[in-house]
């Protein structure tokens, strides 16, 4: 069988990292471990713990593990999903390729290497082929013919940590108070179920680690950095459905950046069978903001106003709008921690610091964050932590 440049990268960078594996010891002293929070960074510290021998019990606010990773699913034809959260792997995501190489899970290319990708400056319009996009996306990331993203959805890597713990997850447990003494902590859900340990660990973000209660009181540093610090970015996809890929015939692959505001346009149908085809839409920041203020009619009829610029048939359909708005969902409130140049220097390693027997992780104590690296680092080292 032979395989194109592309299917070479994507196997190299999962060979790379799955070369090398973890040592797993055995716990000579097994420890009972509450995890608060079941997105990625929660879900792979549980994991690493239990594989170690320590007893643990995840505790998750939602009705679904995941977190930040969300692909939707059923709600559009021919078998088509999307994520309305992580989605991209880099090739320096070398956690990230490490644990979908230990799941069996397959990985294809994220950007499409045939049809023209659109930009846009100052309402004109540029095409470009796939060599030339790298050097304008924002970040200059290099070959972008490296980039992939997990083959049938990026929930399934949560999924599968999820399989792996089994019954230690409890979902739809939002924890309101952690108490901690000389003999170990307590934790206390909404439903008003108690969970006895030797130790927690915190993944959830700063948006709601902020509304649980601490007795005694986290640290005066711990406070400052978790309630002035870090500013979420807010983050919202809008999926529209077109009942053909009719970008194709103008040569595009219906992919697109908009240089001048924070605006990307994707279509995750690109590699998929079938005819329909799905534009996504991309937005962050006060733009992100300004859509959601907006009725869903008004959202969909913005959007096409603004895809016509570039995509002139996008109106002669009949169609509908699903979204996701990151700030809108009370368990995340944005999209990732985004702290200025100042807040990184004077609070990030404030929020990573334990204090007594409460461990703190996620993607906002990480340096990559907004990505499964972030995340997967994050949980990695709470769980090394709690292991010593």
Known sequence: MTINRRQFLVRSAVTLVATTSYHQVTAQTPKSVIVIGAG?????????LAVAGHQVTVLEARERVGGRVLTLRDKFSEGHFVEAGAARIRPSDDLTLRYVEHF????SPFFPDSGLYI??????KNLLSPQELASVMPGNTGAIEQWTKIRLGADLLPQAFAKAL?????????????EQNTEGVRVFSQSGRQYEGDCVICTVPLTVLNKINFKPSLSSEKQIASNGGYDYRPATRMFVEF??????QQGLNGWGI???RPEELW?????A???????????KGELALSMDALSPEEQLNTLLNQWKEILPKVSDYSVTLTSYAWQSDPWSQGGWAYPTKTQENELFHELSRREGKIYFAGEHTSTARGWLQGALESGLRVAQEVKR
């Open 119 to 124: 930009t846009v400056k100052d309402g004109k």
């Open 258 to 260: 908009f240089l001048d």
């Open 166 to 178: 089994g019954n230690k997850i409890h979902l739809e447990e939002a924890v309101t108070f952690i």
């Open 104 to 107: 069996g899970l397959e990985l």
């Open 243 to 248: 009942p053909e890929r009719f970008w194709e």
């Open 273 to 283: 069978t079938g005819k329909t085809g799905i534009l996504h839409s991309y937005l």
């Open 267 to 271: 279509q995750p149908t690109w590699d």
């Open 40 to 48: 990625v960074s929660g879900l792979v510290a549980a994991y690493e």
